[in-house]
């Protein structure tokens, strides 16, 4: 599904751009559907990173994990920092970002993690913070 959003918001971008830029011919016209395209792509794949560790409903299995490693994330909201944790779960270690800026405060390296995942897929997973804590606790 990413992928064809990608795909689906690449071409867009090169409709766009050769749909303002109709006056350019020959090799300018090919270049700017191309950069057309990569914006339309590059701004794609920044919004999927950004949205980060989403929950779906494929995700009808939960094991036990243990957190690796907890740090800063390299993506801000409201000038507030995310975090990202590194998850040893079923012989697979997983970085899942972005995490609330809380959740440094709730969860330290060693603690225990609820992965819920696809059964067909298990590298298709979700970080449940809330449960996590409530495990914690």
Same mark, same amino acid.
Do not use: Q
């Given at each position: 599904? #990413?992928?064809?959003? &990608?795909?689906?918001?690449?071409?867009?971008?090169?409709?766009?751009?050769?749909?303002?830029?109709?006056?350019?011919?020959?090799?300018?016209?090919?270049?700017?559907?191309?950069?057309?395209?990569?914006?339309?792509? &590059?701004?794609?794949?920044?919004?999927?990173?950004?949205?980060?560790?989403? $929950?779906?409903? #494929?995700?009808?299995?939960?094991? /036990?994990?243990?957190?690796?490693?907890?740090? @800063?994330?390299?993506?801000?909201?409201?000038?507030?920092?995310?975090?990202?944790?590194?998850?040893?779960?079923?012989?697979?270690?997983?970085?899942?970002?972005?995490?609330?800026?809380?959740?440094?405060?709730?969860? &330290?390296?060693?603690?225990?993690?609820?992965?819920?995942?696809?059964?067909? $897929?298990?590298?298709? &997973? @979700?970080?449940?913070?809330?449960?996590? /804590?409530?495990? $914690?606790?």
């Amino acid at each position: 599904m #990413k992928n064809m959003i &990608s795909i689906i918001m690449g071409l867009g971008g090169a409709y766009w751009f050769s749909d303002r830029y109709d006056h350019l011919s020959g090799w300018l016209y090919v270049i700017n559907v191309f950069l057309g395209g990569f914006a339309g792509w &590059s701004i794609t794949s920044l919004l999927l990173k950004a949205s980060g560790n989403l $929950k779906s409903s #494929k995700h009808s299995s939960s094991t /036990i994990g243990v957190i690796n490693e907890l740090g @800063y994330s390299t993506i801000r909201v409201n000038r507030m920092p995310r975090f990202k944790a590194s998850i040893s779960y079923l012989g697979i270690e997983k970085s899942f970002e972005p995490l609330p800026a809380n959740t440094h405060l709730s969860l &330290s390296s060693g603690d225990k993690a609820v992965i819920k995942y696809n059964p067909n $897929k298990p590298e298709d &997973s @979700y970080f449940d913070l809330e449960e996590s /804590i409530k495990l $914690k606790s």
